[in-house]
């Protein structure tokens, strides 16, 4: 069987930026098992299967490891493609996956993704997570992933965590988000899943459903202008509505071609 591949550097403007996607359009879901088998082939932080279904784009993600239930980059990847390489003729397409109705919204040369927002919630700051840190933060949060929230920028850039002891941390979560201000930005973070086969996400579309309620209440303001501040970096534009968080991006095609399976 051949599948047609695509890679694309999502939340990037140019090649070798932002957060590399393999997206796989299908005509029919095939075998859980062979989609995790091409995941680990394809060894990024993620793999989006689709298919078109009733006007629908039915979209499921794989970690290397394991599937989840909401990825950001995978999907702002998987519309640039259909956007741009599948003919597709409408301003907004609408997928339907595990976390619900999402919608991508195609605004220029942005894609812009309309996910629901995650409620967070304040918790102690653990001694796991001043030891694998070697820092206490200012705060502490948790929701899909935990959230840890520093006094400085440079807590955030010059971070070289203990992935072990995240490993501990994360239990039933998915991962560690770190985030501070910034003086170029709104605010700055980065991303560790090291449970799910991520030591480092590059960019995490779906971290700033939780980070953007943080920062709405911290900084009494609605609409930002942030940066992932990974190796690989990515700027990412977002804005709260309602219960609603708008989050947008660029996107570039690295590759195209077939799969044997």
Same mark, same amino acid.
């Given at each position: 069987?051949?599948?047609?591949?695509?890679?694309?550097?999502?939340?990037?403007?140019?090649s070798f930026e932002?957060?590399? &996607?393999?997206?796989?359009?299908?005509?029919? *879901?095939?075998?859980?098992?062979?989609?995790?088998?091409?995941?680990?082939?394809?060894?990024?932080?993620?793999?989006?299967?689709? #298919?078109?279904?009733?006007?629908?784009?039915?979209?499921? *993600?794989?970690?290397?490891?394991?599937?989840?239930?909401?990825? %950001?980059? &995978?999907?702002? &990847?998987?519309?640039?493609?259909?956007?741009?390489?599948l003919n597709y003729?409408?301003?907004?397409?609408?997928?339907?996956?595990? =976390?619900?109705?999402?919608?991508?919204?195609?605004?220029?040369?942005?894609?812009?993704?309309?996910? $629901?927002?995650?409620?967070?919630?304040?918790?102690?700051?653990?001694?796991?997570?001043?030891?694998?840190?070697?820092?206490? $933060?200012?705060?502490?949060?948790?929701?899909?992933?935990?959230?840890?929230?520093?006094?400085?920028?440079n807590d955030i850039?010059?971070?070289?965590?203990?992935?072990?002891?995240?490993?501990?941390?994360?239990?039933?979560?998915?991962?560690? #988000?770190?985030?501070?201000? =910034?003086?170029?930005?709104?605010?700055?973070?980065?991303?560790?899943?090291?449970?799910? %086969?991520?030591?480092?996400? $590059?960019?995490?579309? =779906?971290?700033?459903?939780?980070?953007?309620?943080? *920062?709405?209440? &911290?900084?009494?303001?609605?609409?930002?202008?942030?940066?992932?501040? =990974?190796?690989?970096? %990515?700027?990412?534009?977002?804005?709260?509505?309602?219960?609603?968080?708008?989050?947008?991006?660029?996107?570039?095609?690295?590759?195209?071609?077939?799969?044997?399976?």
């Open positions: 069987m051949k599948l047609d591949l695509y890679q694309i550097d999502a939340f990037a403007k140019n932002g957060n590399p &996607a393999a997206i796989c359009p299908l005509d029919d *879901w095939i075998d859980d098992s062979l989609m995790q088998k091409i995941a680990l082939e394809n060894n990024l932080s993620e793999t989006a299967f689709f #298919i078109e279904k009733n006007n629908l784009f039915e979209i499921r *993600w794989f970690t290397p490891t394991k599937e989840v239930n909401l990825c %950001g980059h &995978a999907t702002l &990847a998987s519309a640039f493609v259909i956007f741009e390489y003729q409408k301003n907004i397409i609408t997928f339907d996956s595990k =976390s619900g109705i999402l919608k991508v919204e195609k605004k220029d040369n942005l894609y812009q993704l309309d996910f $629901p927002i995650q409620k967070i919630e304040k918790i102690d700051i653990s001694n796991i997570i001043i030891e694998a840190f070697g820092k206490t $933060p200012k705060e502490c949060y948790i929701s899909m992933d935990y959230i840890i929230v520093f006094e400085d920028e850039l010059n971070a070289n965590p203990n992935l072990e002891l995240l490993k501990k941390l994360e239990l039933d979560h998915r991962g560690i #988000i770190i985030t501070s201000t =910034s003086k170029k930005y709104d605010f700055i973070c980065r991303f560790f899943a090291p449970n799910f %086969g991520v030591d480092e996400d $590059p960019v995490t579309g =779906s971290a700033f459903t939780q980070l953007v309620p943080y *920062w709405q209440k &911290a900084m009494k303001k609605n609409k930002f202008k942030a940066k992932q501040v =990974s190796k690989r970096g %990515g700027e990412v534009f977002c804005k709260l509505e309602e219960k609603r968080v708008k989050i947008a991006g660029y996107a570039k095609k690295y590759l195209y071609g077939q799969i044997e399976v």
